[in-house]
């Protein structure tokens, strides 16, 4: 059974880091794109990054704070996301396509349950 599940959400303050994880199961892990994106209340998922099979990163939504990254062996891809906003707040869903990236909340097969992330003093 395809699984996903988010951790490492948390309150932080304004300025600090937080590493989020996505691990999966019950697919071929190597094979597949795995995407981040955010949900606030009442508002639609918004696409953060995206990290290919084959590692690609391009498209990460601000490059400058977030880092996308994944390590095949422990099944598990990772966000660190740094100099936190308040804005960042939400929770942060990942996600499983095969083929390439996609921006596209449509496009993914499956996703985890999410994680919450609250950036605030």
């Known amino acids: 059974q395809l699984q996903l599940v988010e951790s490492g959400g948390d309150l932080v303050q304004p300025g600090g880091s937080l590493r989020l994880s996505c691990v999966g199961s019950?697919?071929?892990?190597?094979?597949?794109?795995i995407g981040w994106f955010r949900q606030v209340p009442g508002s639609d998922r918004i696409y953060v990054a995206c990290?290919?099979?084959?590692?690609?990163t391009t498209g990460t939504v601000d490059p400058d704070r977030f880092t996308i990254s994944r390590d095949n062996a422990e099944n598990t891809v990772y966000l660190q996301m740094n100099s936190l906003k308040a804005e960042d707040t939400g929770r942060y869903y990942c996600?499983?396509?095969?083929?390439?990236?996609?921006?596209?909340?449509?496009?993914?097969?499956?996703w985890g349950q999410g994680t919450p992330v609250t950036v605030s003093s």
């Open positions: 990290i290919s099979s084959a590692g690609a």
């Open positions: 996600s499983v396509r095969t083929g390439r990236c996609s921006r596209h909340v449509d496009e993914y097969d499956a």
């Open positions: 019950g697919f071929r892990f190597d094979h597949a794109a």
